[in-house]
């Protein structure tokens, strides 16, 4: 290209002059200057085709840069906009629309996968900014680069690899026209950029098209006190013009210049009707800017675009609505708020299912209905570019014998949940588990168009052919291209932007299944649902997609199959009418009308809020919600959830002030209570299912010799479990605790506070530490248990009886093991429904959530002094209906506190019971740091230390594990 020709010369005649470099104005002590240069570039359009578009392409490069006397650079801020706009061989435009820069585009701009240091543009830019920054101007200017304009300095090579020719030319344009006006040397830099190409018109008879690429761009200084300081606004039009057959008729070489570098050549005075070209009112709109904030420069009082402010209107007479719009993104950048703004996008979701592999019985083998469901949800912008995927699989399977008997009945995890569990591993030619591939094919197709996606090569075995993708994918993928396509067909807007997180959720079992009666083939049914979401950074839904399929095979009492394995299976939303619910719908709404009112019901909410939505029958209870949505909602709760639960695990933030004082008194003591409630559970009726509902709260203490309460940590776990109406468990899973769920528990938007459950906990732990026990339980509570006292009620809305019962019963527990009043107690949990069992008919069936408890102290180098360790099987029986059993009301005590009544020791080759062994495991520990304690467990989970193999034989993984949970919660982590 001619003009990337012209900038390499442009820039060596820049180095060859830096020694004669002098800034325009020099500023006193104290004050600095604010400059901004923009390079602009259309070489890279092209005239339309036959089979092609033409395409009008502006690459516009910003740095706003501020400067001390000494021209060393403060401040700077780099950006690039690339809008661009189609035309086709008739000379009509294709589209116009808005544009966001790379720094505005962030993850979503899409280099990180190209980049061969894997680092995305906007990370290289703000390495570029934080390596000029503290240089002079000359310095930057004389970086060493290669032939192609990449940084080669040793320093500088690791974080920036992208061509820096236009930011060297656009950082000497802001350096040479930069200005003292009003600039500190201690203020902060903002840029903010607006373009679209809405100006843009089809060539007629009369006159050729034109595309028109129109910038608005601020450059702004902030000073201490969060007031503009200084400002620079300017404007740029990239005209590009075609005739009727979508040739260009432009000179693509001619400089682009901006509004301001023409001055007067704009032509502007002779129509203003105050005599003042662009350049002035522009100068004007920034010096009233000055002394002012983002909400005064919003607030400004505009109508139809123009100022009605009597003083800015006497001397700015333009349309003000961008200049306000890039002015407070300079603001916003300044004080370093988020840059990236969403923007909407599509999302959808395409399914694949199979029943070909299934087989009959045929007497020394069972039957198998296997289902094999391919799943792929998209994100796609404007262009159909792929912003994300997922891909994922879910096999449920049936198996029956030859007198059609159906063997067992289930729940299934996907591809992806199974993880290293899937097994792929070791077959794979590449070392590569199924999980790593999927991953890996995900983010190929990423930051693609939906067209390169689909016209990928492959092999003969339908493995990607391109040698870079082959390395990290030999799995067939034809069947994936599939559903995407699916996928792509069905996307719509849903809702969700370009900055939200994209989520998959697949539950699935076959407990429909049933064997073979006299007057009826025997059924092997896998129900699956899928939900596709996005969540916004509050963790609220903003879309959803969800769907859901039924694959059925028939088998008569020979256990041979009678199904046709070739017919497709349909999904839900695709059978649409054809479901025929209508007819048994109270409110004669199909399956798929529901599913659309749920979806659009659930956009703003968290998965607590959603899980808040059925009542005890796991129908909707709201009463908005109810008109439109009739059916169990249970299976999509349980979608939300888990889809959020995807999320990225959000710290909870900590507060200095919330800081106890340490107590130097020795000798403390530590304690621990676990106070467990089941009357919450419900049985099945039919429709819904049955659920153990299982509270669990936790208290763990360290008090000081003279009974002040030194350190205390708060947690609760809720582990469920859902059972149907014929007495089989629905799911078994793990489960996080309030504390470790941070942001994602949901109880923000309902609070009156607008605080979550961690930071109401952590304020609560802060109001108790320093206290005796009697000062704490003689704090004032309203009739609904809730802290009354004014300092107290700021911070902690939730009812505190439960905390203050087990904190009483922790305290008068607390024994001296070896702590003292300064270390710090971590608190850790670990909580499963894995051992829970199905009801068979003569036998009830069993919920039980299995919750192992650590309470663990630290000295200051991160050794264990003291350790308490505790568990419980809180347990709720049910039969083959359904029904509960079990009495709800009865004490749920730990493994300690039962001690002998326990009743491992007849089973023990030790002749040791459980509370004897976790003890002798809590004294192993104490003089011992984390990475010492995690190897005392084999492969296995049994003890593999020596000295302690004699005391403890029972499984001890679980138990490492809440050791370590505790040492990640304590505060002080040993260097």
């Given at each position: 290209?001619?003009?990337?020709?012209?900038?390499?010369?442009?820039?060596?005649?820049?180095?060859?002059?830096?020694?004669?470099?002098?800034?325009?104005?020099?500023?006193?002590?104290?004050?600095?200057?604010?400059?901004?240069?923009?390079?602009?570039?259309?070489?890279?359009?092209?005239?339309?085709?036959?089979?092609?578009?033409?395409?009008?392409?502006?690459?516009?490069?910003?740095?706003?840069?501020?400067?001390?006397?000494?021209?060393?650079?403060?401040?700077?801020?780099?950006?690039?906009?690339?809008?661009?706009?189609?035309?086709?061989?008739?000379?009509?435009?294709?589209?116009?629309?808005?544009?966001?820069?790379?720094?505005?585009?962030?993850?979503?701009?899409?280099?990180?996968?190209?980049?061969?240091?894997?680092?995305?543009?906007?990370?290289?830019?703000?390495?570029?900014?934080?390596?000029?920054?503290?240089?002079?101007?000359?310095?930057?200017?004389?970086?060493?680069?290669?032939?192609?304009?990449?940084?080669?300095?040793?320093?500088?090579?690791?974080?920036?690899?992208?061509?820096?020719?236009?930011?060297?030319?656009?950082?000497?344009?802001?350096?040479?026209?930069?200005?003292?006006?009003?600039?500190?040397?201690?203020?902060?830099?903002?840029?903010?950029?607006?373009?679209?190409?809405?100006?843009?018109?089809?060539?007629?008879?009369?006159?050729?098209?034109?595309?028109?690429?129109?910038?608005?761009?601020?450059?702004?200084?902030?000073?201490?006190?969060?007031?503009?300081?200084?400002a620079i606004i300017d404007g740029l039009q990239a005209n590009i013009?075609?005739?009727?057959?979508?040739?260009?008729?432009?000179?693509?070489?001619?400089?682009?210049?901006?509004?301001?570098?023409?001055?007067?050549?704009?032509?502007?005075?002779?129509?203003?009707?105050?005599?003042?070209?662009?350049?002035?009112?522009?100068?004007?709109?920034?010096?009233?800017?000055?002394?002012?904030t983002a909400a005064d420069v919003e607030g400004l009082a505009v109508e139809e675009g123009k100022t009605t402010d009597k003083d800015l209107s006497a001397s700015v007479t333009i349309s003000v609505t961008d200049m306000q719009a890039v002015a407070v993104k300079a603001y916003n950048d300044a004080l370093g708020a988020k840059a990236v703004e969403g923007k909407a996008v599509k999302t959808g979701l395409g399914i694949v299912t199979n029943i070909s592999g299934s087989t009959s019985a045929d007497g020394e083998t069972a039957g198998r209905a296997k289902v094999d469901s391919t799943v792929v949800g998209v994100m796609l912008d404007e262009n159909d570019i792929v912003l994300d995927v997922i891909i994922d699989v879910i096999q449920p399977y049936t198996e029956w014998d030859a007198e059609g008997v159906v063997s067992e009945l289930k729940s299934y995890s996907s591809k992806l949940e199974l993880g290293d569990d899937y097994g792929m591993k070791a077959a794979s030619e590449i070392g590569a588990e199924w999980y790593e591939q999927s991953e890996s094919l995900s983010a190929y197709w990423t930051g693609k168009t939906v067209e390169e996606v689909l016209a990928m090569e492959l092999n003969d075995d339908n493995a990607p052919a391109d040698q870079d993708l082959a390395a990290s994918v030999t799995v067939s993928v034809n069947v994936y291209l599939t559903a995407f396509k699916e996928a792509v067909e069905a996307a719509a807007e849903h809702g969700a932007e370009s900055t939200d997180t994209l989520t998959l959720a697949i539950i699935a079992d076959n407990n429909r299944s049933k064997d073979v009666a006299e007057d009826a083939d025997g059924l092997a049914e896998a129900y699956i649902h899928y939900g596709l979401f996005t969540f916004d950074q509050e963790a609220k839904v903003t879309s959803a997609v969800i769907d859901a399929v039924q694959a059925r095979v028939n088998f008569d009492g020979?256990?041979?199959?009678?199904?046709?394995?070739?017919?497709?299976?349909?999904?839900?939303?695709?059978?649409?009418?054809?479901?025929?619910?209508?007819?048994?719908?109270?409110?004669?709404?199909?399956?798929?009308?529901?599913?659309?009112?749920?979806?659009?019901?659930?956009?703003?909410?968290?998965?607590?809020?959603?899980?808040?939505?059925?009542?005890?029958?796991?129908?909707?209870?709201d009463e908005d919600l109810v008109a439109s949505v009739t059916i169990t909602i249970t299976a999509l709760q349980q979608l939300v959830s888990e889809a959020a639960e995807q999320l990225s695990d959000v710290e909870a933030p900590v507060n200095p002030e919330e800081e106890p004082t340490e107590p130097e008194a020795e000798g403390a003591k530590t304690g621990l209570a676990v106070m467990t409630d089941v009357s919450g559970s419900t049985s099945a009726d039919g429709e819904t299912d049955g659920r153990a509902k299982t509270d669990i709260t936790v208290v763990a203490v360290l008090v000081a010799e003279d009974g002040t309460i030194a350190d205390v940590k708060l947690d609760i776990v809720q582990p469920y479990t859902f059972f149907d109406a014929e007495g089989k468990i629905v799911e078994t899973k793990s489960f996080m605790t309030k504390r470790e769920l941070g942001y994602e528990y949901g109880m923000l938007q309902a609070s009156a506070i607008e605080k979550e459950w961690f930071e109401q906990a952590s304020a609560f732990e802060a109001f108790v530490r320093g206290k005796s026990l009697e000062d704490v339980l003689a704090m004032e509570l309203d009739d609904e248990h809730r802290p009354a006292d004014e300092d107290l009620k700021a911070s902690v809305t939730v009812h505190v009886d439960a905390y203050l019962a087990a904190l009483e019963k922790a305290v008068n527990n607390a024994v001296a093991s070896g702590a003292e009043a300064t270390d710090e107690l971590g608190l850790g949990i670990v909580a499963t429904n894995m051992r829970s069992k199905d009801a068979d008919g003569e036998t009830d069936g069993q919920t039980e959530a299995y919750v192992h408890y650590a309470a663990v102290t630290f000295n200051a180098d991160g050794v264990v002094t003291s350790a308490i360790l505790d568990a419980n099987q809180p347990k709720v029986s049910f039969d083959a209906a359904g029904q509960i059993t079990s009495d709800l009301e009865a004490e749920q005590p730990t493994k300690l506190e039962l001690g002998a009544d326990y009743g491992m020791v007849a089973a023990s080759e030790i002749g040791k019971e459980w509370n004897e062994q976790a003890e002798a495991l809590a004294l192993h520990v104490v003089g011992k740091n984390v990475e010492e304690i995690l190897t005392l467990a084999d492969d296995e989970g049994a003890v593999a230390d020596e000295d302690l193999v004699a005391s403890v034989t029972i499984s001890i993984d679980t138990m490492l594990e809440t050791i370590h949970k505790a040492y990640q919660d304590a505060s002080v982590v040993a260097e």
């Amino acid at each position: 290209m001619k003009t990337k020709t012209a900038l390499l010369i442009a820039l060596a005649l820049l180095f060859s002059c830096l020694a004669g470099f002098t800034p325009a104005v020099h500023a006193e002590t104290g004050e600095a200057r604010l400059g901004l240069g923009l390079v602009t570039d259309v070489t890279g359009s092209t005239s339309a085709t036959e089979t092609e578009d033409g395409r009008a392409k502006v690459d516009t490069t910003a740095v706003a840069v501020l400067l001390d006397a000494d021209d060393t650079i403060i401040d700077v801020k780099i950006d690039i906009v690339q809008p661009y706009s189609f035309f086709d061989s008739a000379g009509v435009v294709v589209e116009t629309k808005d544009f966001m820069t790379k720094r505005e585009l962030g993850d979503d701009y899409g280099m990180v996968n190209a980049s061969p240091i894997g680092k995305e543009w906007y990370e290289q830019a703000s390495a570029l900014e934080d390596y000029w920054i503290g240089k002079t101007v000359a310095e930057a200017l004389a970086m060493e680069v290669d032939e192609e304009v990449r940084p080669t300095g040793e320093d500088l090579i690791a974080s920036v690899t992208v061509h820096v020719d236009t930011f060297l030319l656009a950082l000497e344009k802001a350096a040479a026209t930069a200005e003292a006006v009003g600039s500190k040397t201690s203020d902060r830099i903002g840029l903010g950029i607006t373009a679209n190409n809405k100006r843009s018109g089809n060539a007629t008879e009369d006159a050729e098209g034109l595309t028109q690429a129109y910038l608005h761009v601020a450059a702004l200084s902030v000073g201490e006190d969060g007031l503009i300081s200084a400002a620079i606004i300017d404007g740029l039009q990239a005209n590009i013009k075609f005739d009727m057959e979508g040739q260009i008729t432009s000179d693509l070489e001619a400089e682009v210049k901006s509004k301001n570098e023409l001055g007067d050549e704009y032509g502007m005075r002779a129509a203003s009707g105050i005599d003042a070209e662009w350049f002035e009112q522009a100068k004007a709109f920034a010096a009233y800017l000055v002394g002012k904030t983002a909400a005064d420069v919003e607030g400004l009082a505009v109508e139809e675009g123009k100022t009605t402010d009597k003083d800015l209107s006497a001397s700015v007479t333009i349309s003000v609505t961008d200049m306000q719009a890039v002015a407070v993104k300079a603001y916003n950048d300044a004080l370093g708020a988020k840059a990236v703004e969403g923007k909407a996008v599509k999302t959808g979701l395409g399914i694949v299912t199979n029943i070909s592999g299934s087989t009959s019985a045929d007497g020394e083998t069972a039957g198998r209905a296997k289902v094999d469901s391919t799943v792929v949800g998209v994100m796609l912008d404007e262009n159909d570019i792929v912003l994300d995927v997922i891909i994922d699989v879910i096999q449920p399977y049936t198996e029956w014998d030859a007198e059609g008997v159906v063997s067992e009945l289930k729940s299934y995890s996907s591809k992806l949940e199974l993880g290293d569990d899937y097994g792929m591993k070791a077959a794979s030619e590449i070392g590569a588990e199924w999980y790593e591939q999927s991953e890996s094919l995900s983010a190929y197709w990423t930051g693609k168009t939906v067209e390169e996606v689909l016209a990928m090569e492959l092999n003969d075995d339908n493995a990607p052919a391109d040698q870079d993708l082959a390395a990290s994918v030999t799995v067939s993928v034809n069947v994936y291209l599939t559903a995407f396509k699916e996928a792509v067909e069905a996307a719509a807007e849903h809702g969700a932007e370009s900055t939200d997180t994209l989520t998959l959720a697949i539950i699935a079992d076959n407990n429909r299944s049933k064997d073979v009666a006299e007057d009826a083939d025997g059924l092997a049914e896998a129900y699956i649902h899928y939900g596709l979401f996005t969540f916004d950074q509050e963790a609220k839904v903003t879309s959803a997609v969800i769907d859901a399929v039924q694959a059925r095979v028939n088998f008569d009492g020979e256990g041979q199959i009678t199904s046709d394995l070739v017919e497709d299976v349909t999904t839900k939303v695709e059978l649409g009418a054809d479901y025929g619910m209508v007819v048994a719908s109270e409110i004669g709404k199909e399956w798929y009308e529901q599913i659309d009112a749920f979806e659009a019901f659930i956009v703003g909410k968290t998965a607590e809020e959603v899980n808040e939505l059925a009542d005890e029958d796991g129908k909707a209870a709201d009463e908005d919600l109810v008109a439109s949505v009739t059916i169990t909602i249970t299976a999509l709760q349980q979608l939300v959830s888990e889809a959020a639960e995807q999320l990225s695990d959000v710290e909870a933030p900590v507060n200095p002030e919330e800081e106890p004082t340490e107590p130097e008194a020795e000798g403390a003591k530590t304690g621990l209570a676990v106070m467990t409630d089941v009357s919450g559970s419900t049985s099945a009726d039919g429709e819904t299912d049955g659920r153990a509902k299982t509270d669990i709260t936790v208290v763990a203490v360290l008090v000081a010799e003279d009974g002040t309460i030194a350190d205390v940590k708060l947690d609760i776990v809720q582990p469920y479990t859902f059972f149907d109406a014929e007495g089989k468990i629905v799911e078994t899973k793990s489960f996080m605790t309030k504390r470790e769920l941070g942001y994602e528990y949901g109880m923000l938007q309902a609070s009156a506070i607008e605080k979550e459950w961690f930071e109401q906990a952590s304020a609560f732990e802060a109001f108790v530490r320093g206290k005796s026990l009697e000062d704490v339980l003689a704090m004032e509570l309203d009739d609904e248990h809730r802290p009354a006292d004014e300092d107290l009620k700021a911070s902690v809305t939730v009812h505190v009886d439960a905390y203050l019962a087990a904190l009483e019963k922790a305290v008068n527990n607390a024994v001296a093991s070896g702590a003292e009043a300064t270390d710090e107690l971590g608190l850790g949990i670990v909580a499963t429904n894995m051992r829970s069992k199905d009801a068979d008919g003569e036998t009830d069936g069993q919920t039980e959530a299995y919750v192992h408890y650590a309470a663990v102290t630290f000295n200051a180098d991160g050794v264990v002094t003291s350790a308490i360790l505790d568990a419980n099987q809180p347990k709720v029986s049910f039969d083959a209906a359904g029904q509960i059993t079990s009495d709800l009301e009865a004490e749920q005590p730990t493994k300690l506190e039962l001690g002998a009544d326990y009743g491992m020791v007849a089973a023990s080759e030790i002749g040791k019971e459980w509370n004897e062994q976790a003890e002798a495991l809590a004294l192993h520990v104490v003089g011992k740091n984390v990475e010492e304690i995690l190897t005392l467990a084999d492969d296995e989970g049994a003890v593999a230390d020596e000295d302690l193999v004699a005391s403890v034989t029972i499984s001890i993984d679980t138990m490492l594990e809440t050791i370590h949970k505790a040492y990640q919660d304590a505060s002080v982590v040993a260097e």
